[in-house]
C-alpha cells in the first residue's frame, strides 16, 4: 500500500520529522542534556552519566516517576551493556514534546536531585 503514495506524501513526511527532530533536540539542547543526533530514526539516545545511576532501566523509572516523561534503556536494543544511553521517541504531537520538554519540575533538576 505506501509504494502507492507519490513522492509529495513522502517528501511532507520527511519534513514533518525533521522538523520534530529539530524541536526536540533544540529543546534537549536547551536543557543542556548530551544526545545524538538521528540519521534517519525517529529516537534520540540521550547519554545519562551525568546523573549517576547505575543502569538506563533505574534512570528510565526515575524519569517515569518524578518527571513524567517516558524512555527507553538502550540496553533493550544493544548487545553491549550501554547502562549509559536511553532511547527518547520524537514520533508525537508538537504539544506533547513541548510538555515533556517543560514540565515544571525540570528534567535536569529533577533527575541530577534524586
Known amino acids: 500500500m505506501g509504494l502507492r503514495f507519490k513522492d509529495d506524501y513522502y517528501r511532507d513526511l520527511r519534513k514533518k520529522y525533521a522538523e520534530k527532530r529539530d524541536l526536540f533536540l533544540k529543546g534537549l539542547d536547551d536543557i543542556g542534556l548530551r544526545r545524538t543526533v538521528p540519521q534517519g530514526a525517529y ?32 540496553s533493550s ?9 536511553v532511547r527518547l521517541h520524537f514520533a508525537k504531537k508538537n504539544e506533547t514534546l513541548y510538555e515533556a520538554l517543560n514540565r515544571p519540575e525540570g528534567i535536569r533538576t529533577v533527575m541530577l536531585g534524586r
Open 77 to 85: 536494543f544493544f548487545r553491549e551493556p550501554l547502562n549509559n544511553l
Open 43 to 74: 529516537y534520540v539516545l540521550l547519554d545519562i552519566s551525568e546523573f549517576g545511576y547505575a543502569s538506563g532501566l533505574e534512570f528510565c523509572k526515575a524519569l517515569a516517576q518524578k518527571v513524567g516523561v517516558g524512555a527507553v534503556p538502550s
